[in-house]
C-alpha cells in the first residue's frame, strides 16, 4: 500500500496533471493575425515572418540590435517636475506613469545611449512606443536635449528613432513646448556640424511628425510605416472623401518626396553605417575581418658541403 499511494499515484497524477505554460511564448502579428512563436519573433527582430510586419519594438530590443554586440551606454536624461499640471481624467497622472513604469520597467518614453554600429561611434536616441504611446513629453525634450548635447560633447552623429501617438495630453501646454525645443537641439546639431539622422517607425504621428522627427538630414522609414500628422481617419471624416491607397503609409510618403528611403528592419543597421560614415567623412564600413598572417616557419638553412 506504501508503495502505492508513495511512487504509483503521485506518478499517475504527474501524468494527468494539468502542466502549467510559460506566458508571452506566442505572440499574434496584428496585420496578418499569425501566431509567432517568441524565438522566431526575436530572431526575426520583431518582423512577422508571413506578411513582413514591422512590430514595435522595445527601446531595449532596439538597442540590442542596433549597437556592435549589443553593448552601448545609458546617457543620463533628467528628470522633469512630476505631474506639474495635477492633471486627473479616469486616473492621476502618476498613477499612469507607474503602471507604464510596471509594464515596460523603463522610467520614461525615450531612452538615450552611446555606443559604436559597425565600428562607428554615435549616440541613439529611442522612442518606446510600449510606454504611454511613446507620447512625448516634458522627459522626452529633456532626453532629446540630452543626446544632443552628448553627441556635440563627443563630437558623434545622432540617430533617433521615433515612435508616438503624439503630444501627452497629461502635460498639456508643456507638452507642446517640447516642441521648440527639441528644434532648438537639432540646430545645435546643425551648427556643430553633425549629422541627425531619423528612423520612423510604426507609428509617428501628431506633434512629433510636426517637430523633431522630420527635422533630420536623412529621413529612413521602416516599411508600411504611418507617419503623419492627423491620421487618415480623422481626415476622410473630416473632408468626406476616400484617400488613396496606402495614404500616409511610408512607401507612398517616399513616392512623394517626403522621405529618404524605405528600410527593411534587417538591413536598416548597416544602411545606417554606411550614412554615418559617408556624412562623416569616414573611409567605408569594413565588413569583415581577415584572419592574421601566421608567422612563416623558419626554413632550416642548407648544410654547408665539406670540403672535398
Known sequence: MNWISNYVRPKINSLFSRREVPENLWSKCPECGTMLFHRELSDSLGVCGTCDHHMPLTARDRFSALFDNGIYVDVPVEAPKADPLGFKDQKKYPERLKAAQKETGEAEAMLVAEGEIGRTPIVAAVQDFHFMAGSMGMFVGNAIIAAAERAIELK????????????????????????????????????????????????????????????????????????????????????????????????????????????????????LVSIVRMLMHLPPPVMGDLPAPEPEEAKPEPAENPAE
Open 156 to 271: 558623434r552623429p545622432l540617430i533617433l528613432f521615433s515612435a508616438a501617438g503624439g503630444a501627452r495630453m497629461q502635460e498639456g501646454i508643456l507638452s507642446l513646448m517640447q516642441m521648440p525645443r527639441t528644434t532648438v537641439a537639432v540646430e545645435m546639431l546643425r551648427d556643430a556640424g553633425l549629422p541627425y539622422i531619423v528612423v520612423l517607425t510604426h507609428p509617428t504621428t501628431g506633434c512629433v511628425t510636426a517637430s523633431y522627427a522630420m527635422l533630420g538630414d536623412v529621413h529612413i522609414a521602416e516599411p508600411n510605416a504611418l507617419i503623419c500628422f492627423a491620421g487618415p481617419r480623422v481626415i476622410q471624416q473630416t473632408i468626406g472623401e476616400k484617400l488613396p491607397d496606402g495614404f500616409q503609409r511610408a512607401e507612398y510618403l517616399l513616392d512623394h518626396g517626403m522621405l529618404d528611403r524605405v528600410t527593411h528592419r534587417k538591413d536598416l543597421k548597416d544602411e
